[in-house]
């Protein structure tokens, strides 16, 4: 159904490879996850596959893709053009009324989908729902996925989990949603920058994630084992060998003086040493190499950070939670103690994120708190047209570049990503350089709007393990399954009626 032939893609800004003669067959009813890094090429990767044109303007490219049927792409981002348009006018050209079982399974009515409503004031979960649902209604033979649980309530992701699932359809996507991953995946495509980021590789496993994740640890368990027994085994040859020509050596300059006929034989026998000790470095050159694994980095809160548990972060409370004349939810309040972390959920457009600017313009300008917020947008806080450094170094004193420099080396950031534009970066690397930034401030108190929604699979454990531990208190707005369950000591639904506190006992996460 798709196939890829000798894929090579490399970034013109400098030079470095993310695919390197890959090629790659999807057939029918297998469900692809690309995984890797932040900054890797996964979503360059899925743009060159369905349309080349996409990437050409910053990445050189070659190889053949073939596609037996028609693709259709969800973009990570939705395309600026269709901000502008009106609901109605972007279903105009589909055939909506013969896909009701659709906006009904993505909890779209036809007065919603038929409504003058511009896409721009969408929720972030709502612009996925009625891309997916024009998507779906152009009944595509392949679907290509760029982060489709980006934003969606924990009810629609539990669909879209059944839908790739039970889909005959093959699906190539990009998810950081580590159960989704779990739950649908039957081949896993690892793209990997290893030796400081100046090599690409893909690995190919068809088999579940968790399989593959299991393969993949015995597999570099036995290969360091067996590298390591190598050179040790070699050592110890070495060492024999090193005696035995040291002691021939002595004796040619010793005996050969007084007896040469024996000095003939001492000098074969140097010339059998020598022999014998270049077939161990020829052997050496075919050792097994020790195991290239991308790591996942995180700059670790300072263990030191504190709140005492009676200390009062927040105590709000709010008649109302509107958006523009319309009413989203009442009675609300909300009091967080010492280091709570909190989770907040709720249906797409329930104005989580509204409620959270709401939190956070309480607490920003508190002085017996450092409050860090990190909005959905991160362009509400980034200057895009700053480079890394320049963010981070907040005075532009040496120290303070030297510091940054330092800390984002720790997060395997390279130098033209150091000193480049934030703009160009990664969803998954700007996010850490939020991260990055609570850390340096030494924030007590965090307000996080989807902090794992831009993390690979492979970095959100380190990121919810570095939440986890965090001693300050943390208030987040999340559909992560995993995020709330390993993070979060107390989970609220937003309803109309207000703040809902949550019995994770019952196993569900479930909007009503």
């Known amino acids: 159904m798709l196939e890829l032939k000798n894929i090579t893609v490399n970034l013109k800004n400098d030079g470095r490879y993310i695919a390197d003669d890959f090629t790659f067959a999807l057939n029918r009813g297998e469900k692809a996850v690309i995984i890797g890094e932040e900054g890797n090429g996964k979503s360059t990767l899925l743009k060159f596959i369905y349309e080349r044109e996409l990437v050409e303007e910053y990445c050189e490219c070659s190889g053949e893709v073939i596609s037996k049927g028609k693709m259709a792409y969800l973009p990570q981002i939705m395309e600026a053009d269709c901000g502008a348009l009106s609901l109605a006018e972007y279903f105009e050209s589909s055939e909506y009324y013969m896909h009701t079982d659709i906006l009904a399974k993505l909890g779209l009515s036809m007065d919603f989908i038929l409504s003058d409503q511009k896409l721009t004031t969408l929720s972030g979960g709502e612009k996925v729902k009625v891309q997916l649902a024009r998507l779906l209604m152009e009944e595509p033979d392949i679907l290509l996925l760029d982060e489709p649980t980006n934003d969606l309530d924990i009810s629609t992701l539990r669909w879209l989990e059944t839908f790739i699932a039970g889909s005959r359809l093959p699906v190539l996507y990009i998810s950081h949603d580590e159960t989704l991953i779990e739950n649908t995946a039957n081949v896993i495509i690892h793209m990997e920058q290893i030796v400081r980021k100046t090599k690409c590789r893909i690995s190919v496993a068809r088999c579940s994630y968790r399989e593959y994740l299991s393969r993949r640890r015995s597999l570099f368990a ?14 110890k040859q070495m060492e024999k060998w090193r005696r035995i020509y040291n002691r021939v050596d002595y004796e040619q300059e010793v005996i050969s003086r007084q007896n040469p006929g024996a000095g003939r034989l001492l000098k074969k026998k140097m010339h059998s040493v020598l022999s014998t000790g270049r077939r161990f470095e020829r052997e050496k050159e075919n050792f097994l190499d020790f195991p290239q694994e991308e790591e996942a980095i995180l700059a670790k809160f300072d263990e030191s950070i504190h709140l005492p548990s009676g200390k009062t972060v927040l105590d709000f409370s709010s008649e109302k939670l509107c958006i523009g004349e319309r009413v989203l939810s009442r009675n609300l309040r909300l009091s967080v103690f010492g280091n709570e972390h909190i989770g907040i959920i709720g249906r797409n457009g329930a104005g989580k ?99 794992t929604r831009n993390f ?57």
């Open 353 to 451: 994120s509204t409620l959270l600017k709401m939190l956070w313009d309480e607490l920003k300008d508190r002085c017996d708190i450092t409050a860090a917020f990190m909005p959905q947008d991160y362009a509400e806080v980034l200057d895009f047209d700053k480079t890394p450094v320049q963010y981070l170094a907040e005075n532009y004193t040496k120290a303070d570049m030297t510091k940054a420099r330092t800390y984002m080396g720790g997060m395997k950031f390279t130098h033209e990503e150091m000193t480049g534009k934030i703009g160009s970066l990664s969803g998954g690397q700007k996010a850490k350089i939020l991260f990055l930034d609570m850390v340096l401030h030494r924030a007590d108190v965090l307000l996080l709007d989807e902090p």
């Open 456 to 512: 690979s699979p492979l970095s959100s454990p380190v990121v919810r393990a570095a939440l986890h531990n965090f001693g300050g208190a943390v208030i987040s707005v999340s559909h992560d399954r995993k995020y709330l369950d390993e993070v979060c000591d107390k989970v609220y639904e937003l309803r109309e009626s207000g703040l809902i506190p949550i019995d994770r006992k019952e196993g569900a996460y479930e909007t009503q």
């Open 222 to 235: 036995h290969q360091e084992q067996v590298a390591q027994k190598q050179r040790d085994d070699y050592e």
